[in-house]
Structures are given as structure tokens and as C-alpha cells.
């Protein structure tokens, strides 16, 4: 699909990686609902990003913030063509530390909001893209873009629930592009590496150095234009479905 006159929303929008790829979309043409919890940096955000951004406060927990979010998008831009799923918390707990057991509610709170919140999103997006009208140029309807995280593949000490979070979203871009092939609707899901975002704002620099250690080429942490520029390429690109790519500088964590 041409992102041109497209309409759509992005989750977790007022900052990282979400608000890039807002910006990103609204580059290209397209009218953007944004989602996050915090209302000023949201409201901050839409106001750089201009008209052809909307904000709409939604924890992606809560099935009736998410329906409005949907239909402001639909009532203001038109139809929602494409979703974009960049909220998510991080976690750094081990199993058992100091002879306690990882706290239950934490555990719960990053499945909650990670793993469980990306497919509430899904599942009301989807039902609104069944029943648009098919692309003039490709066909499609729709297409649903999940951030998940090479933790979900290399997932590091204290990760757990984390990278059980970003595995479980990595699993569901191939049933539900099953699911969905009938109504013309993709799936794909993007798993960014090490990027610059708030999340690494509080690891010392030797922290991060230690990271680096890990990546081939290029030697450096991930700007967010560039995650934006693939989900950029994930809507355009129809060819692209029920796939996990790993954006990460060749990165294979120890």
C-alpha cells in the first residue's frame, strides 16, 4: 500500500520508537492516531508532528481506550489501514534473587502490557480492517506491524518475563496472517536490537559498552529512524507477511 492518504495508529507514539515512526508515517502521506499513557509528552508530540497527527490517550490494556482510539482515527482520517504496536515496559528481575522468587506482579504487568496488550490492539484493529474496502493498487486491507525484541531470541540474565513477552509476540505474527489471508490483511512483526531510546537513558556508558561488544557492523546502538524506516517498508512492501525480521546490526547477544 502507498502510505499516501493512508490512515492509521501507532501505539506507545510519544516517544523511542513509536513517536519515529509516526513521524516517519506522516512523512510519507499518511494521518496518524497516536496512542500512549502520557498525555503531555502525547499531546507535545502531536503538536511538533502537525495536523496529520491525532492523539488519543489508551493504556493498550483497555479494551474501550482502544476502541475510541480507533474511531477518532476513523472518524477524522478514514479507515484504519495500518497498526503499528511500539508500547511496551522493561523488566529486570531474576527467577529467584537473594533467595526470593521473581515477584508475581511484576511478571504479570510486563505480560499484561507487552504480550497481552499488543494482541488486544490486534484484535480490535483487525476487526475494523476485515471490512475495509480492498486496496485499488495490492488488494490488501490492512497490515499489523509488532514490535518484538531479539531479547525474545537471545534474552539476557534478569529477562525473563521480558523476553517471554517479546517471544510470545514474535509467535503470533504466523497464525493470525493465517487467519487473516482471507480478508486481505498482513501480519509481520520487527525485532529491534539495541536502540537509542529512554530505555537505555539509566545503563551506565560502560554498560552500553559492554553491550556494543556484542554487535558486528555498524558499531553503535540503533537510531529510531531506522526501525522507522523498516515498518515504513513493512506497510509499502506487500509481499511482506507472517515474518519476524531482526533489525540489529548483526547482533548476537552472549
Not at 503499528?84 to 522468587?101: M, Q, T, Y
Request: hydrophobic share 45%; glycine share 10%.
Amino acid at each position: 500500500m502507498r502510505l499516501e492518504g493512508l490512515a492509521g495508529i501507532v501505539t506507545g507514539a510519544s516517544s523511542g520508537l513509536g513517536r519515529s515512526v509516526a513521524e516517519n508515517l506522516i512523512a510519507s502521506g499518511a494521518s496518524v492516531v497516536l496512542l500512549d499513557i502520557d498525555e503531555q509528552t502525547l499531546a507535545e508530540t502531536c503538536n511538533e508532528l502537525g495536523e496529520n497527527a491525532l492523539p488519543a490517550m489508551a493504556d493498550v490494556r483497555d479494551p474501550e481506550a482502544i476502541a475510541e482510539g480507533l474511531d477518532l482515527c476513523e472518524s477524522c482520517f478514514g479507515s484504519v489501514r495500518f497498526v503499528v504496536n511500539c508500547a511496551g515496559v522493561p523488566s529486570s528481575a531474576k527467577i529467584v534473587s537473594r533467595g526470593e522468587a521473581h515477584d508475581y506482579e511484576l511478571w504479570k504487568r510486563v505480560i499484561d502490557i507487552n504480550l497481552t496488550g499488543t494482541f488486544n490492539v490486534m484484535r480490535l484493529a483487525a476487526e475494523r480492517m476485515v471490512r475495509n474496502a480492498p486496496d485499488e493498487e495490492t488488494g490488501e486491507r490492512g497490515v499489523i506491524v509488532n514490535t518484538a525484541s531479539v531479547a525474545a531470541f537471545d534474552g539476557q540474565r534478569g529477562h525473563s518475563a521480558y523476553s517471554a513477552s517479546k517471544a510470545g509476540i514474535v509467535g503470533l505474527s504466523l497464525p493470525v496472517a493465517r487467519e487473516l489471508k482471507e480478508f486481505a490483511v498482513r501480519c509481520v512483526a520487527v525485532a529491534p536490537g539495541l536502540f537509542e531510546t529512554p530505555i537505555f537513558d539509566d545503563i551506565p556508558e560502560q554498560g552500553i559498552a559492554a553491550l556494543r561488544g556484542s554487535l558486528l557492523y555498524p558499531d553503535r546502538l540503533g537510531h529510531p529512524a531506522e526501525f522507522a524506516a523498516l515498518v515504513n517498508h513493512v506497510i509499502t512492501n506487500p509481499y511482506l507477511n507472517a515474518s519476524c525480521i531482526r533489525l540489529d546490526g548483526g547482533a548476537r547477544l552472549n
